[in-house]
């Protein structure tokens, strides 16, 4: 049997396999940072990314665009604040509001991280050898699990098996 039983198992962990590349590529890139002074998270990207394009928002319009839940934002928010990357204040029309925006600190630094951004990109490119296949099965299981949750496709699976 194979020593990696994530993979030998094909399909069957795509859950796993794809966990275990995330974590991997985001220790490295924390890695990274660290080595160069930078004291911020590989998760924080898209919201740095999100924020220098559409300047001050909600949270909610950060978690939408995102697929992301408004609870696990409003975390990642509060961690690039507290670093002093993102200026929090109340929404002048509605006071439960919190907008959100790039800090001074963080603009300043947009130049240098654009440039580990960029580089991690061609990473990517290189590692996939310039074959962008995967992300057009990645948005097949992306609409497929809009469309239907995997609870729900692998609990009528299981009813049927039953039946």
């Not at 990642?76 to 002093?84: E, Q, R, S």
């Amino acid at each position: 049997m194979e020593s990696d039983i994530i993979k030998a198992m094909g399909y069957k962990a795509l859950d796993s396999r794809l966990k275990r590349i995330s974590d991997r590529m985001s220790h490295d890139v924390r890695r990274f940072y660290k080595e160069i002074g930078i004291d911020i998270e590989p998760n924080w990207y898209l919201v740095f990314m999100l924020l220098q394009e559409m300047g001050e928002v909600p949270i909610t319009a950060i978690a939408e665009p995102l697929g992301y839940t408004h609870p696990s934002v409003a975390i990642i928010v509060k961690k690039m604040a507290d670093k002093g990357y993102l200026q929090l204040k109340k929404d002048n029309v509605d006071k439960r509001k919190q907008m959100v925006s790039l800090s001074d600190k963080a603009l300043e630094m947009l130049p240098q991280l654009s440039k580990i951004w960029e580089s991690c990109e061609r990473a990517i490119l290189k590692m996939l050898d310039g074959d962008l296949a995967i992300l057009s099965y990645l948005d097949g299981i992306d609409l497929a699990l809009k469309t239907s949750s995997f609870q729900q496709r692998y609990k009528q699976e299981y009813l049927n098996s039953t039946l």
